[in-house]
């Protein structure tokens, strides 16, 4: 990304995991829930926070390997309470809308990586699959309101990063339907669509730009005088 994007796309990245992390763990602290492994191994029991983290599905890899992997790390862990969001949804999410970003051809690999590991987290007892929507919903928001309002437009002409002039942030206006509004004759186009659309063209009475009619006699006070 550092390479191939846009100057500036990896400090939004960095600013938009961040912020996507810290909202996460602040629902997580808010509003704690079980994972699947917590109900696979105590049951449907009043939550008890003194009992310690598991890998789950993941200690089968320590075992398979001799090697303790992500035992230690999860039976470690102080959240063991914080299924929801998923971060590692959210962080799939997040890191596959901005390669998609850079890099647009590849947006299906980018997609099959994201539902494997949103599959694998329910597989191994790490989430259920609400959690992974609520991780991938939060990561969206942010990514779309970072690339409407702060995030550098990749130019099509441009492959490494050295070789822009210049960067636009935000989105592309013509994406919006705004393609009025662009540097090439904007003043002429709009123009030529407000005589376009105008609703006097369209309902057939006369236009003031028009050099041979003109309002003028059809006023109220021009009909009150012809009265008189």
Known sequence: MFVFAAPGTVPMFAKSFGWMNLIGVAIQLSFPCSPPWYENKYG????TYAVKGSPAGLAA???????????PGFTGSPMVFGAFP??????????????SHVFPRLTPVFTIYTLWLWWATMYLSHHYAVDLVGGSLLSGVIFF???????????SDKMFR?????????????????ALAS????AEDADEWTIGSSSSISSGSRSPIDESNSWEGETLASDTEAQR
């Open 44 to 47: 449907l029991v009043p939550a």
């Open 61 to 71: 890899i320590d075992k398979l390997f001799g090697i303790a992997l992500y035992t």
């Open 86 to 99: 998923s971060l590692h949804a959210g962080s799939a999410v997040m890191e596959a809308l901005f390669m």
């Open 145 to 155: 309101v970072v690339k409407s309002k702060f995030l550098p437009r990749q130019q």
């Open 162 to 178: 050295w070789d822009y002039d210049y960067t636009e942030i935000g989105e592309d206006p013509s994406e919006k339907g705004y």
């Open 183 to 186: 540097a090439d004759g904007a």
